[in-house]
């Protein structure tokens, strides 16, 4: 099952597995994104939509989380945000 995050600050709680994203402009961001813990970015989890395009990664300076995809053209934006 999924979770909805309203606010940011729900990771405090601790992190579901999955959960989903409605509401966006772009379609392709409205999905279920499931963690992947073994990529971490920011000291915490990531999360990717099930076709691995697009994920969601913690940004610590920043203290949010932020959606991206995983390629532009041929870069590789995983890389770009380590």
Known sequence: SSQKWLYSQDCKRGFPVSFELQGFWNK???AVFHQRPQIQ???????WDADEEHFLFYQADDQRWAICPRWDAEEDLLEVVR
């Open 41 to 47: 970015l920011g000291g915490q989890p990531t999360y």
């Open 28 to 30: 392709s961001f409205n």
